[in-house]
């Protein structure tokens, strides 16, 4: 069944309506209308649309979602306490993963009511992950648990996952032992270091493996995954290691990393740098290490922690459009080169002063909570990809349109191809482009989806409209062929052609069948 989002994004302006997830919305239209194409000056694209499969199908979990594993102690996990599974489902089933910096810093696993000798830690409990369990159930998805290793302490380690593996079920596909320990000896994380200077590789795999057989003296099946960080010979080891029941190889990154650079284009946390063409060739490197290494140890690559930014303070540069273009376009293009899994790092933090790379927010104010969640940007954006689970890629060419790219999966059996453009090209600037979108003989648009924005830096104001036929006359300002009046959906020439003007700053999503 085709999924299609249908709200506009949190934190928007104005009254209006609101469906359960707390997102704004607007009534649907009868038919497929855009906004903002007036006067397109974008320059003019052609993009064809192929049959040919890569092999690489885009999976259910290739959306996901990460959170600090604190958030196990949040009561509103439970379906009944919030509307977090809604919006959890509006994604399809995604992956769901609990780590972060603050699982080795600040949980303490206790299944026997012994209480931690620093206040500061949370207690994490085998009722927290029943909790969860009740989220998983109502989401269908799937999830990894960190298990904590500042201290090195395997007896409740183990314990730890002998709980996760019995409650979680089928539905865990993975421990992870500790996050990022490459950074363990960093006094730049709250609450700092975890480890002396003398800590290594070395010492990190004695440890890793000494939890990972205690654990499979007790569960023998249990699936094992890491490193959990952002440096190549870290995998290695975890990779060589006497660890059994390897599931995966973990890595994290961030797009925007250069906190203290302003530079433009660049990896500082500036909204242009989310979609300037060259962030596209460092996702391609960085991502293209944990491949390497995957492949080499017959393992799949799982980014298990992601996002706009890691940097503190760039509250701004997640609530712009930019970062909802960057979103579909960094998700699917991870697909494509062959990452598996995706986790994008969020909390349950207020809007205003929460974490500002997280999907979800809360509109209580700071320091206070509500039940009722809000997405930012950039799950609006990988909401309207939902309609791509379970496709195949397919060659799909972009020529022209200035700062544009596209995606096309393969769906029943061939009868069904979703095409997502992201037109990352200024509205301000352009207006929009014109499109001539060319599909396989037999095939014509169904139906269309947009997810735009006044600008890319504009911020909270990213919109969406709704999934619609497309209208009988479609504003088209690009060149007219030869025995072709206006713009149309249907075959022409013997190939199915759509011509379309497509908004600036926006994220299209078509989908297409075969007659």
């Known amino acids: 069944m085709l999924l299609v989002a249908s709200v506009l994004a949190a934190c928007t302006t104005g009254p209006s309506p609101s469906d ?9 239209p009868a038919a497929f209308v855009q906004e903002r194409v007036s006067d397109p000056e974008g320059e003019p694209a052609s993009i064809v649309a192929s049959h040919d499969k890569s092999g ?10 990460s959170f600090e594993s604190t958030v196990l102690k949040d009561q509103r996990l439970d379906p009944d306490r919030s509307n977090l599974d809604e919006i959890l489902n509006s994604l399809g089933s995604p992956a769901l993963r609990f780590g972060g910096n603050e699982l080795d810093r600040l949980v303490f696993w206790s299944s026997s009511g012994e209480k931690p000798n620093d206040s500061n830690q949370v207690v994490i409990t085998p009722d927290d992950l029943k909790r969860l369990k009740r989220l998983i159930e109502s989401t269908s998805s799937t999830v990894t648990m960190g298990i904590p290793l500042g201290e090195f302490d395997p007896k409740r380690g183990t314990d730890m996952a002998v709980h996760a593996v019995d409650i ?26 975890v480890r002396g200077k003398g800590w290594n590789k070395e010492k990190y795999v004695d440890q890793l493996e000494a939890y990972a057989e205690a654990i499979h003296e007790k569960r023998p099946d249990a699936p094992i995954v890491g490193p959990d960080v952002y440096d190549g010979t870290w995998m290695d080891v975890f990779a060589d290691s006497d660890v059994k029941q390897k599931a995966a190889i973990s890595q994290h990154w961030y797009q925007l990393y250069e906190c203290g650079s302003e530079k433009v284009p660049g990896r500082g946390p500036e909204p242009q740098n989310l979609i300037d063409p060259g962030a596209k060739q460092v996702a391609k490197k960085m991502l293209g290490i944990g491949k390497s290494k995957a492949d080499a140890a017959g393992l799949p690559l799982w980014l298990e922690e992601t996002g706009p930014t890691s940097c503190p303070g760039t509250n701004d ?19 494509t080169l062959g990452v598996e899994r995706m986790g994008m790092h969020s909390m ?13 927010c809360d509109p209580a104010d700071h320091g206070q909570s509500s039940n009722t969640f809000q997405g930012r940007p950039h799950l609006v954006a990988m909401r309207l990809l939902v309609p791509s689970i379970g496709g195949t890629f397919t060659t799909t060419s972009v020529k ?29 600037e352009v ?46 300002s ?7 009046a206006s713009a149309t959906a249907s075959p022409n020439a013997g190939d199915s052609e759509l011509n379309i003007d497509i908004a600036g700053s926006s994220v299209t999503v078509f989908i297409m069948r075969k007659k």
């Open 20 to 28: 359960s997830t707390g997102a704004e919305t607007t009534s649907s």
């Open 56 to 65: 690489l199908v885009f999976q259910e979990d290739n959306i996901g979602v």
């Open 168 to 193: 979680l079920g089928d539905s865990l596909v993975g421990l992870s032992i500790g996050n990022e320990p490459n950074g363990y000896t960093t006094e730049a994380v709250p609450n700092g270091a």
């Open 317 to 335: 540069t997640s609530l712009t459009n930019a970062s909802a273009l960057w979103a579909a376009d960094y998700t699917l293009y991870s697909a």
């Open 348 to 360: 349950l933090g207020a809007c205003n002063g929460g974490a500002p790379m997280s999907l979800v």
């Open 400 to 428: 022209g349109g200035g700062n544009m790219s596209a995606y096309t999966v393969s769906k029943d059996n061939g009868k069904t191809l979703v095409t997502t453009i992201i037109n990352a090209n200024d509205a301000v």
């Open 431 to 476: 207006g929009g482009n014109p499109v001539t979108m060319k599909m396989p003989s037999g095939f014509s648009v169904d139906k269309a989806s947009q997810v735009y924005g006044p600008s890319n830096d504009a911020k909270s104001a990213t919109k969406v409209i709704p999934a619609n036929p497309l209208p009988d006359t479609i504003p088209y």
């Open 478 to 484: 690009g060149p007219k062929k030869t025995g072709s």
